[in-house]
């Protein structure tokens, strides 16, 4: 009987196990890729950083040292000794004037291009668009004779006017593309509620457009931060310099580059960026993506 009884059990089998579906896969294989181009990017700031620490001797040295062990910060203590400070003032100030003009000025133009029909418009389109082909460097004649004749080389005033003549236009189009995305219905529709014109922009309009400001503010910002050659011709004394001009003190070509205090001199300039990016990342990368979609 029992050996009947266990003759009549079932057998007991494995469950198959699950295929890796191919998405799961393409997953895994993407977010692989996600992190060797991330490693490949993040590794020229790494490298900065790292040869900012390191020795005059290491730096030299034909071996690469991938590791500050034993490192200082003696090149951090050379950049701020000098006039660090002085020229992170003038490019702060000069980089604040040029974002703030250069918003005022391209949201203006973007909502006038976008809103409303009037001669000329078409026309102004195609000379903004002809202006962005311009080569900086076939300006600089003219440019260095304007600013003379106004009294404003060496001058924050004098450069902030180059950088937003420069900015402008670009952000122009930027902005076009954000203001042509939000439907004027809302617009109206405020306006039936009871809201006036201008009510109905700052309520309805202007927080819609946010996303846009910011990311056209980056733009501008960058831009403004890290220009050397319109600085290198209209800021031409040593106490006026920006900070890429003054980065260049390191290197001589009668003597021998600092390479530590080039590298610890821009990760110093690096950090006002960063912490910009920090504040403005969720607005940036929404605006981007708008702006990709949009106009």
């Avoid at 992190?35 to 390191?54: E, K, Q, R, T």
């Avoid at 600013?147 to 937003?164: A, C, F, Q, R, T």
């Avoid at 050659?229 to 003054?246: D, F, G, H, I, K």
Wanted: some cysteine.
């Amino acid at each position: 009987m029992t050996a009947v009884a266990t003759a009549t059990l079932p057998e007991r089998r494995t469950p198959p196990r699950p295929a890796r579906s191919p998405s799961r896969r393409r997953r895994r294989l993407l977010g692989v890729l996600t992190v060797v181009i991330a490693a490949i990017w993040a590794f020229p700031v790494y490298w900065m950083v790292n040869s900012s620490l390191l020795p005059y001797n290491r730096i030299r040295n034909p071996d690469p040292t991938f590791f500050p062990l034993g490192g200082t910060v003696g090149a951090y203590g050379r950049v701020l000794e000098g006039n660090f400070l002085s020229s992170m003032r003038i490019s702060m100030m000069v980089t604040l004037i040029t974002v703030g003009a250069a918003l005022l000025f391209a949201f203006l133009a973007a909502l006038a291009l976008s809103r409303f029909r009037f001669r000329g418009r078409k026309s102004f389109v195609v000379t903004v668009l002809i202006i962005q082909m311009i080569p900086a460097e076939g300006l600089f004649i003219s440019q260095f004779k304007l600013l003379e004749g106004w009294k404003l080389l060496n001058s924050v005033l004098g450069l902030s006017l180059l950088y937003i003549a420069a900015v402008v236009p670009f952000t122009i189009w930027m902005l076009r593309g954000f203001v042509a995305g939000v439907p004027r219905d809302l617009e109206e529709a405020a306006l039936v509620d009871g809201c006036s014109r201008t009510q109905a922009f700052f309520r309805i309009t202007l927080p819609l457009l946010a996303p846009g400001l910011v990311a056209s503010g980056v733009y501008a910002f960058l831009q403004a931060w890290n220009e050397f050659t319109l600085a290198l011709v209209v800021m031409t004394r040593p106490e006026n310099m920006t900070l890429p001009l003054w980065l260049r003190t390191f290197t001589d070509a009668n003597r021998v580059s600092d390479w530590a205090g080039i590298m610890a001199g821009s990760v110093l300039i690096a950090v006002p960026v960063m912490v910009f990016f920090l504040l403005v990342q969720h607005r940036m990368a929404s605006g981007l993506v708008s702006g990709a979609v949009k106009g």
